[in-house]
DNA sequence: TCCAGGCGCGAACACTGTTCGTAACACGAC
DNA sequence: GTCGTGTTACGAACAGTGTTCGCGCCTGGA
């Protein structure tokens, strides 16, 4: 019955006051949560894997975090932080959206998966997504947009570069099998092409539609939808 | 130790030939899954309930059904059958577009969460599916597009449709709880008119994104797309 | 020194998709 | 008509999942 010493914050003379094991935190288990993601996607992250991953099991999460559901808007909205806003410009508000919305592309594309969660939860919840917003909101009023435009423009520019980022996500990381794919892929071709006079299109977009493209398709997005705005 | 009697096809006399229970096929476990996912979204669509709708139980569907996955590609195939594609008249490509697409999240929204599929599986695999897209590069060149300008084009297009299907139909259906989100929108207004002058354009903008403007601002989204396109 | 309240966490519950092995069936060959 | 034989049906089980319960421990304040 040998009682259990305390394994934190012993003041123990030879050793750093730096505990060995950090204490729980809602901020230590987004972090962890977050680190697991940037290495195997959001499929990986598990309340049990989380937990493992500090060396306990899942029940001690939910003292810090209400559910998995807010796990992820905390990691999202944490990963968005990364990305800097700019200070609206109104000669250049065009390039400075681009280069925000790329940026939180970029920022998507390092956390594989992110983006699904941005779904589940239907309001923008932390303060870096809001902020984020905010600043497209500001550049596209910088633009000489109206209220209601922008709001809308806004909420088109967010929704297409979060369904690229899911998109692209979904298919670099190792969610489905890349062998699967290319089996789909050939099957499907030889099928357009045993009647290929009926695809005649498809035919053609097919290669055009692949991973290396994803960079130029995106910006060609963008442009499409800015030039739009403002006629 | 009974002998169990064969449930089907059985030839008694004071019965219709008509068995009591169709036999399984993939097309009739996509239709009960269909049938499911209109009532009660696309969560509830598991291969138990699935199988138990059907009297059986979730083994039975195996053979028919490779998993979950292909049957989830089968069922958004299936559902965009019923969206008629227009033949491309070059003079009104522009209006065909929008109604094509309009047809489509029309249809994703009455299988709320089919949507979401369309990630899980990069390829087009079905029939239905191939012959949408098909049709939208038809119409796309009918404007006067290249090939590669028609192919970015229709990616950009789909993908901001099918983001917007997805967002709308967690939003309408009971996925979330209603009053959660309330309570969020409430404490997130709270927290922006506590530093007002921080968030000008958001708290302007928060009323306009709302399940009320959603057709408006769809047709908006595929406007400023469709007129970017052209110059 | 005591004590209340938050925190840690093993165990369990109710689910999920999927596989295994066996039983029943339909159908063509002899 | 009888006998394989391959396909279909499906109960049971496995390995996961998110989440909750209940009981101890520790800590901070009185």
Redesign the pocket.
């Known amino acids: 019955m040998s009682?259990?010493?305390?394994l934190?914050?012993l003041p123990v003379p030879w050793r750093s006051t730096e505990p060995a094991r950090p204490?729980?935190?809602a901020d230590l288990i987004v972090r962890t949560a977050l680190d697991i993601l940037v290495g195997e996607g959001i499929d990986?992250?598990?309340?049990?894997?989380v937990?493992h991953e500090?060396?306990?099991?899942?029940?001690?999460?939910?003292?810090?975090v209400?559910?998995?559901?807010e796990?992820h808007d905390l990691m999202y909205d944490r990963a968005l932080g990364a990305v800097e806003p700019p200070k609206p410009d109104a000669r250049r508000w065009r390039a400075q959206v681009k280069r925000l919305l790329s940026d939180q592309l970029a920022i998507m594309l390092a956390h594989p998966g992110i983006a699904r969660v941005t779904w589940a939860t239907m309001i923008p919840v932390g303060p870096n997504v809001l902020r984020q917003g905010e600043t497209l909101l500001a550049l596209l009023r910088a633009g000489g947009l109206s209220t209601r435009r922008a709001a809308y423009a806004a909420d088109a520019l967010t929704l297409y570069t979060k369904a690229f980022a899911y998109e692209a996500g979904v298919w670099s990381s190792g969610e489905l099998d890349q062998a699967e794919i290319a089996k789909r892929g050939a099957q499907t071709r030889a099928y357009l092409e045993a009647n290929s006079e009926d695809w005649p299109n498809t035919l053609g977009a097919g290669e055009l539609i692949t991973a290396e493209t994803a960079r130029e398709r995106f910006a060609f997005g963008l442009d499409i939808m800015l030039r739009g705005l403002t006629r």
Do not use: I
Not at 3 to 6: E, H, Q, T
Not at 44 to 49: F, G, H, S, W
Not at 54 to 63: D, K, R, W
């Open positions: 009682s259990r010493l305390p934190v914050n204490r729980l935190s990986a992250v598990t309340m049990r894997r937990a500090l060396g306990t099991g899942p029940a001690s999460l939910y003292a810090h209400a559910n998995k559901s796990l």
